[in-house]
Structure formats: C-alpha cells, structure tokens
C-alpha cells in the first residue's frame, strides 16, 4: 500500500504533463491552419466581384421575365 501511495502522484504527474503537452500540439496545429491560408490577392477580389455582379444580374433578368 506505501509503495503504490508513493506511486501514485508520479503517475498522475506523468499524465497532467502529457495532457497539457497534447493541449499545446493541438493549439499550435490550429494557429498553423488559420495563418498557413493564403491572403486574397486584389486581383483574385476583383473577379469575384465580377462574378458576384453577373449573377446578380442574371438574378435580376431572370425575375423581370
């Protein structure tokens, strides 16, 4: 019973450290993702606008008709 009192702690020591060191992987894969995506160039924005803009008018002739 002393022996697995002493144990014990250690054990539960061991296994704090290696949830927190778990903890810190996942959140530096995480601040990884966000930032390894690449910034809108203006010219990728222009033609989305272009894009957004057809739809719209299509939208827009489809309801006059």
């Given amino acids: 019973m002393k022996h697995a009192a002493k144990l014990f702690p ?3 020591q061991e296994l704090l450290e290696i ?3 778990g903890m810190k ?3 530096q894969r995480d ?3 966000r930032v390894a ?3 809108e160039t203006r010219a ?3 033609a989305a606008c272009k894009e957004k803009q ?3 008018l299509q939208l ?3 309801t006059r008709i």
Avoid: N, T, W
């Fill in 31 to 33: 601040r990884a993702e």
């Fill in 19 to 21: 949830g927190e060191k």
């Fill in 54 to 56: 057809a739809k719209q």
């Fill in 37 to 39: 995506r690449p910034r």
């Fill in 44 to 46: 990728c924005k222009h």
């Fill in 25 to 27: 992987q996942r959140e």
């Fill in 10 to 12: 250690i054990a539960l």
């Fill in 60 to 62: 827009q002739l489809q």
